[in-house]
């Protein structure tokens, strides 16, 4: 049994051309996997986000480039030094995407705008998934992004010559919680039981487990209540923490 915390971050950066390959840089309004696309810095072998029989995953933090106006900075030698790819981050879970457009079909997904990567600034934070996403067993999780400024296009419009090699165009970030073993057969109980699955709520679940070990009358009815008792505690401090975070943010202004 295993309780990770892991981000996982994609980067395309410049090839040292002009920008005119289309092999190097997606095209505007297209959108790719960060898994298995074709395109920046994936991982090896192109691997689907499959989870396994003995896996639960929860997805609680995405975040890409910021960048809204496609501004941009060239040097005296017709360099690009700064690219804002005005793009979009989407998570999709087997064939259903998480953003959808109010009529339930396919979105873009959030901004880097709404939920940057880097972060801009050190008060600003990364978009907080609440609820988090659940991925089950045998289910499929991909991470798309999306581009709307066309490096392809400005290129053959001579806005620039080339793009450095160390020049980031776009980036997402992906912060998530993966459980396995005993730990995900938890984490799937407390899900069916309407608690958020956290950190804290799976070793507390474990904790009563052990403390329980024995008992045989009473064992599920004080089980219940016990894991009652968690789920509102849970739900106080949720709520206390966003009621920190919201006077933070009110004495920042």
Known sequence: ??????????????????????????????????????????????????????????????????GITPVLNVDGGGALTKWNPNMFVNIVIDTTNYYQDPQNVWASGVSGTASPYPRATKEMPYYDLWPPIYVLPHQTVDIRYTMFNDIFNSSLAGVFLTIPTQLLMAAVYVEYTSYDGTDALMARKLMQLGIPVTVGSVENYRRLLLEQKGLETDTFEHYLAAIASEKKREEKQRKNQGLARHETYGSAD
């Not at 959108?31 to 639960?56: M, P, R």
Request: net charge negative; proline share 3%; aromatic share 12%.
């Open 1 to 66: 049994m295993a309780i990770r915390k892991q981000l996982y971050t994609w980067e395309l950066y410049g090839d040292g051309g002009d920008g005119s390959s289309l092999t190097n840089y997606p095209r505007a309004g297209e959108s790719h996997s960060i898994f298995y696309g074709d395109f920046g810095i994936v991982q090896a072998g192109k691997q689907t986000g499959l989870v396994k029989e003995n896996e639960f995953v929860v997805i609680e933090k995405i975040g890409c480039k910021p």
